[in-house]
């Protein structure tokens, strides 16, 4: 089955760090796109960052400065180095890809970030 896998979240202080990662399985071409969605309780999902097949990156502007996002387009990983969280980057995180006409998804993996 086609599919992302993400790994790396959890609960952290604020002012603390985080690594996500998600890798594709069972995915062979690489994709146009892959990059980071957050969806908070009550609210709708944002784009944290995305990054293209030529390295070109987008970063959401309430995380900008603080998120650095990384792609491996040989292994077809991409990963987000988040620092400085703050209790309102708390969320859903979700890998996301694009490729030949098809989107994909990952689980999502939880960020809490306490105070």
């Known amino acids: 089955q086609e599919q992302l896998v993400e790994s790396g979240g959890g609960l952290v202080q604020a002012g603390g760090s985080l690594r996500l990662s998600c890798a594709a399985s069972?995915?062979?071409?690489?994709?146009?796109?892959m990059g980071w969605y957050r969806q908070a309780p009550g609210k709708q999902r944002e784009l944290v960052a995305e990054?293209?097949?030529?390295?070109?990156?987008n970063y959401g502007d309430s995380v900008r400065g603080r998120v650095t996002i990384s792609r491996d387009i040989a292994k077809n990983t991409v990963s987000l180095q988040m620092n400085s969280l703050k209790p309102e980057d708390t969320a859903v995180y979700y890998c996301?890809?694009?490729?030949?006409?098809?989107?994909?998804w990952g689980q999502g993996t939880q960020v809490t970030v306490s105070s």
């Open positions: 069972r995915i062979t071409f690489s994709f146009n796109y």
């Open positions: 996301n890809a694009e490729g030949r006409g098809h989107t994909y």
């Open positions: 990054v293209t097949s030529t390295g070109a990156a």
